[in-house]
Antibody, heavy 122, light 107 residues
């Protein structure tokens, strides 16, 4: 059974940093691309970032480019999102998500974690 | 960026009804279109990929069609567990974008 468990969310002040982690199990982690997708409370889905199986291809939404960094550690079956210079509009549930494919050329997300809430507020 | 627009934003329907949700892309995306279902407090689930390919384990009452800019998700006979919000998502070009969602409510 595929399991994706996010951690690291919480309350943070504007301008500060936070690092999210995602522990993956139930599949061969280094065969697949991974993504972060967020959802502000009561709002729709927004793709944040994606990374290919070997970290060779990485993409970001314009809204986070230059502030967020995605990475993965295949030896630890883990995905990360380093979030710097956080803003109020970054407040959201952040979902770790598995791609059906190894690359990020086409994003088909076939499994999602339960999400971790990031609240940016003073 | 490719904009995805769903209609309607919400609808009320009864168990057994046939339900159709439309998704329109701001430019042609061939068949690079996926559909997700999200229930309150839960993560989304993949229903359909590549416009019409049913994901493993998804009931056959769900179907998708379309190509280019216009796509449709159809639920042939609405069941109680289908009341949820549905999102389309284009997988044609980065940044991957979602529609704003269609909430299916009980009439």
């Amino acid at each position: 059974e595929v399991q994706l468990v996010e951690s690291g969310g919480g309350l943070v002040q504007p301008g500060r940093s936070l690092r999210l982690s995602c522990a993956a199990s139930g599949f061969t982690f280094d065969d697949y691309a991974m993504h972060w997708v967020r959802q502000a409370p009561g709002k729709g889905l927004e793709w944040v970032s994606g990374i290919s199986w070997n970290s060779g291809s990485i993409g970001y939404a314009d809204s986070v480019k230059g502030r967020f960094t995605i990475s993965r550690d295949n030896a630890k079956n883990s995905l990360y999102l380093q979030m710097n210079s956080l803003r109020g509009e970054d407040t959201a549930f952040y979902y770790c998500a598995k791609d059906r494919n190894s690359g990020i050329a086409t994003a088909v997300i076939d499994y999602w974690g339960q999400g971790t809430l990031v609240t940016v507020s003073s | 960026d490719i904009q995805m627009t769903q209609s309607p934003s919400s609808l009320s329907a009864s168990v057994g009804d046939r339900v159709t949700i439309t998704c329109r892309a701001s430019q042609s995306i061939s068949s690079y279109l996926n559909w997700y279902q999200q229930k309150p407090g839960k993560a989304p689930k993949l229903l359909i990929s590549a416009a019409s390919s049913l994901h493993s384990g998804v009931p056959s009452r769900f179907s998708g069609s379309g190509s280019g800019t216009d796509f449709t998700l159809t639920i042939s006979s609405l069941q109680p567990e289908d009341f949820a919000t549905y999102y389309c998502q284009q997988s044609y070009s980065i940044p991957w974008t979602f529609g704003q969602g269609t909430k299916v409510e009980i009439k």
